[in-house]
């Protein structure tokens, strides 16, 4: 596992959009697979700063999301599908059709987890951007005894709830199922980048990376996988050495 750790924000977010935007420079039909939360923010933009700046053309890219929540229409401002053209899809030269997201209205979620697997086996990924929960969950696979495979329906926590009330009205509004690419899937991306920020992560992070392999903190899964990028900020990485 390679880890880097930025003394600022700017830098962990620049560094991040630069290995995206070499790959598909490299490889103008490249598969993305993105992320949401607050971390991606600071890269997203960075990346749209380098498609103003003409560096780079997503017209042949194809992306897949990691989660949507269960229950939110695309119009609603905290779905995941409306973070992504809010931040990222409206202000590049991406088709809308080649921008994937798990379909959080769908009347059967199991059809629709099958159906954005079979799109994932048929485009593998090839850098994939993941940020961390707080209790060590990826994209949103809680901790757990069993992690399923592909994609799937999860109930989340309630410690995931309360991290993302800030984002609503009241705890009401706060969905409480969301489908999400499975570990699986996560890990056979070709490359993966973990982005960290914050002191309230040092712990997880410190956990996920050097403790046990376990289905309880799901992100120790990606010690498995061949080629992690870890970026942390000072604080996220101020309990790894
Ligand atoms: C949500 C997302 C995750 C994300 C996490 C952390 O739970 N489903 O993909 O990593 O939030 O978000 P933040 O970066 O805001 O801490």
Same mark, same amino acid.
């Given at each position: 596992m390679e880890m880097i750790i930025f003394d600022t924000q700017q830098e962990l977010d620049a560094y991040a959009a630069e290995l995206i935007i070499n790959i598909v420079n490299e490889k103008p039909s490249a598969? /993305?697979? /993105?992320?949401t939360g607050s971390t991606p923010i600071g890269i997203y933009d960075k990346i749209? =700063?380098?498609y103003n =700046?003409?560096?780079v053309s997503f017209k042949e890219v194809t992306?897949?999301?990691l989660d949507e929540y269960v229950g939110l229409k695309p119009e609603n401002d905290q779905s995941y599908t409306y973070y992504m053209n809010k931040h990222l899809f409206s202000h590049i $030269?991406? %088709?809308s059709d080649q921008t994937h997201l798990p379909n959080g209205m769908a009347q059967d979620i199991e059809e629709e987890s099958a159906r954005y697997d079979t799109m994932l086996d048929a485009q593998p990924v090839d850098i994939q951007l993941l940020g961390l929960g707080?209790?060590?969950h990826i994209g949103f696979n809680e %901790? $757990?005894?069993? /992690? %399923?495979y592909g994609t799937h329906a999860v109930k989340l926590k309630a410690e995931t709830l309360e991290a993302n009330a800030r984002f609503f009205a009241s705890m009401d509004e706060v969905p409480k199922y969301a489908i999400t690419?499975?570990?699986g899937s996560i890990l056979k991306a070709n490359t993966i980048v973990l982005a960290v920020r914050g002191a309230d992560k040092a712990k997880i992070v410190k956990e996920a990376l050097t403790g046990p392999i376990t289905t309880s903190v799901p992100a120790s899964l990606l010690q498995t996988h061949a080629r992690v990028i870890v970026l942390l900020d000072r604080e996220a990485g101020r309990m790894m050495g």
């Open positions: 598969v /993305l697979g /993105l992320a749209v =700063e380098s =700046e003409k560096k992306t897949f999301n $030269d991406i %088709p707080h209790n060590g %901790p $757990d005894v069993n /992690l %399923p690419m499975g570990v």
